[in-house]
């Protein structure tokens, strides 16, 4: 079965790499191997470019495909292997007959958007861990989640609404364990490399995006609520003081 290596799970600091064409589609290119993270688990997509012998091709979206279910407790709708296709801006699209399966490529991604969405997610499972703490029921009435580059947020079956005493005190809770500043290890299980958790402390979520080594750099976090129809309650964190310096964090110094 065709395959595409994700790098991004072997060093999530790397930006590009060399590649070659798997397979040719009318609107995407599949590649044997990829630095660009596709949308899911609530994480949007990478952009970015696709060097190519006839010309620079941009994506602005990345998608995974025909995974196989790992079917393990815990980690529900997670897939193994698959292939990941990187789907082309509309006005590069001419560029795509000129291009032949096995021609060598070099893909690039924007370095800046994927270190904010890396600290927004990582915000993200600070505002959930809070969130279960408060009440454990909401692990299992979560409905949706996502990360985008500004906030992240969680959607949650509720009976009722969130009041500003329970926010204030999930908020206090999520910006305490922000304030411990303890390493955060990401890891996955033997058995099916692509079933992958986020641990922090005694906390493990299971979570296959990207995150921060340590959640230093996300500042205070400042969380609100929203209505979302009826019986649906949203979790909403932003991060005002968050510092998203690229180069930086791509020297691993954000965690310094």
């Not at 303890?182 to 058995?191: N, T, W």
């Amino acid at each position: 079965m065709r395959t595409t290596t994700k790098l991004y799970y072997e060093d999530q600091y790397l930006t590009e790499c060399p590649a070659h064409i798997s397979r040719l589609y009318t609107e995407a290119i599949e590649l044997d191997r990829t630095v660009a993270f596709p949308e899911g688990g609530g994480q949007e997509a990478d952009h970015g470019v696709i060097d190519t012998p006839v010309g620079a091709i941009r994506f602005q979206q990345v998608k995974r495909m025909y995974g196989l279910p790992c079917n393990i407790d815990g980690f529900r709708g997670v897939k193994t292997g698959g292939v990941i296709l990187h789907l082309v801006h509309t006005d590069d699209l001419p560029l795509l007959a000129r291009l032949d399966v096995g021609m060598p490529v070099t893909v690039r991604i924007d370095a800046l958007r994927r270190a904010k969405l890396t600290l927004s997610h990582s915000a993200s499972h600070f505002l959930y861990a809070a969130a279960i703490h408060h009440d454990f029921h909401l692990e299992e009435q979560t409905i949706g989640c996502h990360i985008k580059e500004t906030s992240a947020r969680f959607d949650f079956l509720c009976d009722g609404k969130f009041d500003g005493e329970t926010i204030r005190r999930i908020q206090t809770v999520a910006n305490s364990l922000i304030e411990q500043n303890l390493p955060i290890e990401l890891g996955s299980l033997p058995k099916c490399p692509d079933a992958r958790y986020w641990r922090y402390g005694g906390i493990e979520i299971p979570c296959g995006g990207t995150h921060l080594d340590r959640p230093a750099a996300i500042g205070t976090l400042n969380v609100r609520r929203k209505n979302v129809g009826k019986g649906k309650e949203r979790l909403i964190c932003e991060f005002p003081e968050a510092f998203a310096d690229v180069r930086r964090y791509h020297q691993g110094l954000i965690s310094a």
